[in-house]
């Protein structure tokens, strides 16, 4: 007797036991053969047959647990969570059941609810040394890396041994930015399967993180040959469209941590690597659009006419085309610029890399007045951005970053009238500007985690009434001003970093599709919604691209 076949013997009122133990067996042998969605059919029927006694719960939880990982294996999200919830009801002693729905939640973008269920599953069983590492996992998703580290170190060293925990722990140490402890971890598990793409790939960011760049091309050449891409599933079944998406390892890409989260659609990632032939049509088959995300014009001005060649190939709609992506240089977004009613580019002019310290000091003070600012190509945030008052100073940090190319940047003095500077972050969205971020310190390089916003009262009431409310600090023809930037460049989604001069001009700092967009606020509760309809109006775009 084939096992689908149980599913016709229906119970009698007294016989409801080895019914739902036939359905039981006969559902796990169809997921043994791999036929996961008949083997859900058997693990509901059996259940439907159990009476609520109290004698039935080791036989329910079986068969939740049993159904729970059918349905995900479906990818029917809710189903498989309202099983394994079920299944640790009627066994709450069950650790695989809490930690698989620890394994849920995480997918759900939830790590709070995964940080109780792991937590659960090491309670019923201490040596559940996964869940334990999966408990970290969860925690680092909160920010808590110290807590995740201390908890990676009460696992025994020796049950590292297992490829399982091994490949688990390296990844949560290159999440936690730990290259040195992540590499011993990935290469053990890469050794019992060599051909773990997902590990590959984690391999190759820890080399590159740790600036082993041969090591890191080699990884990722090994990945792409195993598996062209990474897949990210829906939290839906059956997602809403499916999005190829392609980065670069080596260069600067759009952050997507956040906007790719729990998202109603399936995401496959392309990494794009110089010296890799890639067939651009074959990848794009069940596709429905390509969002590009090599997006740091400077840092990828080697392989965007790769990845324009990759876009047009697909045959896809294309979210931020490469031949957009080039535009925004510094000293390209000033040309576009120049001339926008109600805007002021701070002037910058680019040095390339080799050139004399003399006479990049001459360039200097034949454009701009002390001090000046200087910073490498490539660079964002605050990393090697520096005021230089004299040319001495110019010359020591010529000395410093002469390998790079450097942009010598104006400065422009835009503090407001109680002393501090303001910088003002809006993402564009198509033809939506939304408000994303106020950041307000007395130092001129203002950068929001490193202001005192966190814990100053008064700075968060302000920054919550621009969310709120723009127009409380910008007029009329700011708006328009911004609306023109959006027009000048094309792009699907990218960001602005602004300010207003002490004319009240829009004093623009930078434009690009790089810019963090994420939803860590718990010392600032008053963004979340701001960053969350962010994300949804950029899946709401990815859906109109689809239709189209």
Known sequence: MYPGALTSLMPGMDDWR???????????????????????????????????????????????????????????????????????????????????????????????????????????DSGNHLARV????????????????????????????????????????????????????????????????????????????????????SAYARALELAPFIVKPAA????????LALYAPFAGNTPTEYIFEAAPFEVRTVALVAGVAYDAADLARGADLLVNLVSDADQGAMLLPKALVFAERTGLPVINHPSRIGLTTRELTADRLAGLADVRLPLAIRCSAGTQAEAIVAAAEASFRWPLLARP??????????????????????????????????FVDYRSDDGNFRKYRFLFVEDEIFP?????????????????????????????????????????????????IRTAFGLDYFGIDCGLDRDGNLLVFEVNASMLVHQKNDTMPYKVPHVAAIREAFGAMLARRVRR
């Open 236 to 243: 839906k079944s059956p997602p809403d469209f499916t999005v």
């Open 436 to 484: 994303y971020h106020l950041a307000i310190g007395s130092d001129w390089k203002v950068h929001h985690v490193h202001t005192e916003m966190d814990h100053t009262p008064w700075m968060q009431e302000e920054e919550a009434a621009f969310l709120a409310a723009p127009s409380t600090a910008f007029e009329p023809r700011h708006f328009s001003a911004l609306s023109a």
């Open 18 to 124: 080895p019914y739902a133990a036939a359905q039981l067996h006969g559902g796990l042998d169809l997921c043994r053969a791999g036929s996961p969605a008949e083997a859900l059919v058997q693990f509901e029927a059996g259940i439907a047959a159990v009476p609520s006694a109290a004698d039935a719960q080791d036989i329910l939880a079986d068969l939740h647990y049993a159904a729970g990982r059918a349905a995900l294996d479906v990818n029917a999200i809710e189903t498989a969570g309202s099983h394994y919830l079920q299944a640790v009801r009627f066994g709450p002693g069950r650790s695989a059941a809490w930690s698989d729905l620890g394994d849920l939640y995480l997918r759900l973008d939830r790590p709070a609810d995964a940080f109780r269920f792991y937590s659960q599953a090491v309670i019923c």
């Open 377 to 410: 190509a490539g660079t964002h945030g605050g990393d090697d951005f520096d005021k230089l008052a004299s040319p001495e100073e110019l010359a020591g940090f010529v000395a410093r970053h002469g390998d790079s190319d450097i942009y010598l940047i104006e």
């Open 134 to 217: 999966r408990t970290a996992l969860a925690l680092a998703r909160l920010e808590r890396g110290q807590i995740a580290r201390a908890l990676i170190a009460e696992v025994p060293a020796d049950a590292f041994s297992d490829p399982a925990l091994a490949r688990e722990a390296g990844r949560l140490l290159a999440m936690l930015g730990d290259a040195e402890a992540a590499r011993p971890h990935l290469e053990h598990a890469l050794s019992h399967d060599a051909h773990d793409t997902d590990t590959l790939y984690w391999l190759a960011s820890v080399e590159q993180n740790a600036g082993n760049l041969s090591a890191a091309e």
